[in-house]
Structures are given as structure tokens and as C-alpha cells.
């Protein structure tokens, strides 16, 4: 096949064309593959750097405490803080001359637990002791409950054969005897609520009977309270026996009943109000059957760190 001169020109600039076009084509496909290689190359270190940043993050932060490098005494400091905090917390927040302040002082000073942060002005920490008179105090409104607890209704009105307590601890009362019920041992209440007019009765009566005129035994602790000065009168306390005695003396021996009492009676805010071993604090001589609501959280601490209610009041400032 014969082509003219300028066929063969023109095929031979085609020929050209196409080979600068692939030409061009191949370039540009190399520059395209090309540039996100470089991505990638860069990428790569770039992760590369990131992965070990990363993992040094991970490290780093897990054991903060062990890795001083950056924040070694940050760590370190808020760790043990936070840990020492339900004692030393409460010093920012806690006004130090309040009642809680002076409990958490004064319970760090004896090496005793924290305290609960409780309102010791309420009505259920009233002190009623030898050195502390109600006066004539008469309580809002009295609950008469039945004295073995067969019945567990609270009747509010006057009830001659029922024992009457203070309405607020009524409740907590009853679940408390008819816990020690439900374990098979009786129980029998008496001596709750004592008017004063009562009390100073009382209070002569023990006193002929022992021959006495202070109401109080050989070793000077109470056997019988001054009128104004038994918890009695402020009705916050019952009596606990597992039968009824005619008078209650140091000779009744601990009763299974209460035994039970002493083990769970802060289960429902009772603690035993005058036990053995604290009479000179109490004044009062030893009364295994006397027990005195003061709420669940006081009633914890003071059985569990064996404080009767002048020693847990003193600690927040209540002397
Ligand atoms: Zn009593």
C-alpha cells in the first residue's frame, strides 16, 4: 500500500498524538496514583506518630500514680485525698465551731469513727439526766401501746392498761418488739411515759423503800430520778422485760429477751440507756431493761463505738 506524502504526514502526526496522549495520560495517572501514595507516605508516619502517642495516652493516664512523668504529684495528691476524704473532707465544708465540726474534731482527737451528721438540737437527743431538768415538760401527744404487743395498734388516747411513749417512737417501738417476737422470746413493756407528778411520787416511794433520801445507791449513782430529771417524763424510753416485774432492781438477771434487745435494738434507733460499766457517766446505776430512742444513725454509732448519749452529745459540744 502506497500513501501519499501527506497521508503519511498526517498518520505519522496521528501516531504522534496518540503516543502523546497515552504519554500524557500515563503521567497524569502516575501523578494521580502518585499523590495519594505520598498521602499515605505522609499518612503513615503521621499515624505512625499517633499510634505511639496514643498508646503512650493509655499508658500514661491508666497508672497516672505511676507515671510521675507529667502528673505525678497531681495523681498522687488527689488519690490519697479522695481516700482520706470521708474523714478530712468535711473540714472545707463543715463550719469547725458547729455541732458536726466539733464532732469530727472531737471523734478524730479520740480515735473514733466519723460521726453521723446528725441535728443533736432535735427532740429525739434531748439529755434528761441528774445534771440535765425537763422541768414540767409534758410530751405532745402520747401513744398507748399494748404491753406484749399482741396487738400492735397505737391508740392515742388515755388507755390505763396499755404503756404509753411519746407518738414519734411508737412505731419504731413496736417493730422493735415484735422483732423480738417474732425471734420467740416475750416481752413485756412498762414505765414509758412518767408525768412529773408521777416521778416525784416515784421518787419518794423508792426512796422510803431503800431508806434513802437522794435517790441514790451506795456508790452514789441514781436508783430513782428527781422529778424533772427522768427520761421517763420525756416519754422517749420504755421499760423492756420478758415478763412483768413488780419492781426492777439490779437483781433481774439478762433475759434472753433482752439479749436480743441488746444485739438489734439499734436496728430501730433504741440504744440501752444505762448500761453496765458507764454508770459513772450515766449516773445511773446499771438498767438492762431501760432502752431510749435516738434515731437509727445515732443509735449505730453509739452501740457500735460503745457511747451512751452523754458521751456521743459531748462530742458534738452538748455537755
Ligand atoms: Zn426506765
Same mark, same amino acid.
Given at each position: 500500500?502506497?500513501?501519499? /506524502?501527506?497521508?503519511?504526514?498526517? $498518520?505519522?502526526?496521528?501516531?504522534?498524538?496518540?503516543?502523546?496522549?497515552?504519554?500524557?495520560? +500515563?503521567?497524569?495517572?502516575?501523578?494521580?496514583?502518585?499523590?495519594?501514595?505520598? *498521602?499515605?507516605?505522609?499518612?503513615? @508516619?503521621?499515624?505512625? #506518630?499517633?499510634?505511639?502517642?496514643?498508646?503512650?495516652? @493509655?499508658? #500514661?493516664? !491508666? @497508672?497516672?500514680?505511676?507515671?510521675?512523668?507529667? +502528673?505525678?504529684?497531681?495523681?498522687?495528691?488527689?488519690? @490519697?485525698?479522695?481516700?482520706?476524704?470521708?474523714?478530712?473532707?468535711?473540714?472545707?465544708?463543715?463550719?469547725?465551731?458547729?455541732?458536726?465540726?466539733?464532732?469530727? *474534731?472531737?471523734?478524730? *482527737?479520740?480515735?473514733?469513727? +466519723?460521726?453521723? !451528721?446528725?441535728?443533736?438540737?432535735?427532740?429525739?437527743?434531748?439529755?434528761?439526766?441528774?445534771?440535765?431538768?425537763?422541768?414540767?415538760?409534758?410530751?405532745?401527744? $402520747? =401513744?398507748?401501746?399494748?404491753?406484749?404487743?399482741?396487738?400492735?395498734?397505737?391508740?392515742?388516747?388515755?388507755?390505763?392498761?396499755?404503756?404509753?411513749?411519746?407518738?414519734?417512737?411508737?412505731?419504731?417501738?413496736? #417493730?422493735?418488739?415484735?422483732?423480738?417476737?417474732?425471734? %420467740? $422470746?416475750?416481752?413485756?413493756?412498762?414505765?414509758?411515759? /412518767?408525768?412529773? %407528778?408521777?416521778? =416525784?411520787?416515784?421518787?419518794? /416511794?423508792?426512796?422510803?423503800?431503800?431508806?434513802?433520801?437522794?435517790?441514790?445507791? %451506795?456508790? %452514789?449513782?441514781?436508783?430513782?430520778?428527781?422529778?424533772?430529771?427522768?427520761?421517763?417524763?420525756?416519754?422517749?424510753?420504755?421499760?423492756?422485760? !420478758? /415478763?412483768?416485774?413488780?419492781?426492777?432492781? *439490779?437483781?433481774?438477771?439478762?433475759?434472753?429477751?433482752?439479749?436480743?434487745?441488746?444485739?438489734?435494738?439499734?436496728?430501730?434507733?433504741?440504744?440501752?440507756?444505762?448500761?453496765?460499766?458507764?454508770?459513772?457517766?450515766?449516773?445511773?446505776?446499771?438498767?438492762?431493761?431501760?432502752?431510749?430512742?435516738?434515731?437509727?444513725?445515732?443509735?449505730?454509732?453509739?452501740?457500735?463505738?460503745?457511747?451512751?448519749?452523754?458521751?456521743?452529745?459531748?462530742?458534738?459540744?452538748?455537755?
Amino acid at each position: 500500500m502506497r500513501y501519499s /506524502r501527506g497521508t503519511r504526514v498526517i $498518520l505519522a502526526f496521528l501516531v504522534f498524538m496518540i503516543f502523546a496522549a497515552y504519554s500524557y495520560l +500515563q503521567i497524569a495517572g502516575y501523578e494521580e496514583l502518585r499523590a495519594p501514595a505520598q *498521602a499515605a507516605d505522609t499518612a503513615a @508516619p503521621a499515624e505512625a #506518630a499517633e499510634a505511639p502517642a496514643q498508646e503512650e495516652i @493509655p499508658v #500514661a493516664s !491508666d @497508672p497516672q500514680a505511676e507515671t510521675p512523668a507529667v +502528673q505525678p504529684e497531681q495523681g498522687v495528691i488527689t488519690a @490519697p485525698a479522695q481516700e482520706a476524704q470521708p474523714t478530712e473532707e468535711p473540714v472545707p465544708t463543715v463550719d469547725p465551731n458547729s455541732p458536726y465540726g466539733k464532732a469530727l *474534731a472531737n471523734a478524730a *482527737a479520740k480515735g473514733l469513727p +466519723q460521726p453521723p !451528721d446528725v441535728d443533736v438540737t432535735s427532740w429525739e437527743f434531748t439529755l434528761v439526766n441528774g445534771d440535765h431538768s425537763i422541768g414540767q415538760y409534758e410530751p405532745e401527744q $402520747l =401513744a398507748y401501746l399494748h404491753q406484749t404487743l399482741d396487738e400492735t395498734d397505737i391508740q392515742t388516747s388515755y388507755n390505763g392498761n396499755r404503756c404509753p411513749v411519746d407518738l414519734r417512737i411508737a412505731e419504731a417501738l413496736i #417493730a422493735m418488739g415484735r422483732g423480738c417476737k417474732d425471734a %420467740g $422470746l416475750p416481752i413485756f413493756l412498762s414505765s414509758g411515759y /412518767r408525768s412529773y %407528778g408521777d416521778q =416525784a411520787a416515784n421518787f419518794t /416511794r423508792v426512796c422510803q423503800n431503800n431508806g434513802i433520801t437522794d435517790g441514790k445507791d %451506795g456508790a %452514789g449513782h441514781y436508783i430513782t430520778m428527781p422529778a424533772g430529771c427522768s427520761e421517763h417524763q420525756l416519754a422517749l424510753c420504755c421499760d423492756i422485760t !420478758d /415478763r412483768y416485774y413488780e419492781i426492777k432492781s *439490779a437483781d433481774i438477771v439478762k433475759s434472753d429477751t433482752v439479749e436480743w434487745l441488746l444485739a438489734h435494738c439499734a436496728e430501730y434507733g433504741f440504744v440501752q440507756r444505762f448500761p453496765a460499766g458507764k454508770e459513772d457517766v450515766t449516773g445511773v446505776m446499771n438498767e438492762t431493761w431501760h432502752f431510749r430512742y435516738v434515731g437509727l444513725e445515732a443509735a449505730r454509732y453509739m452501740t457500735d463505738n460503745n457511747l451512751v448519749l452523754e458521751e456521743f452529745l459531748s462530742l458534738y459540744g452538748v455537755e
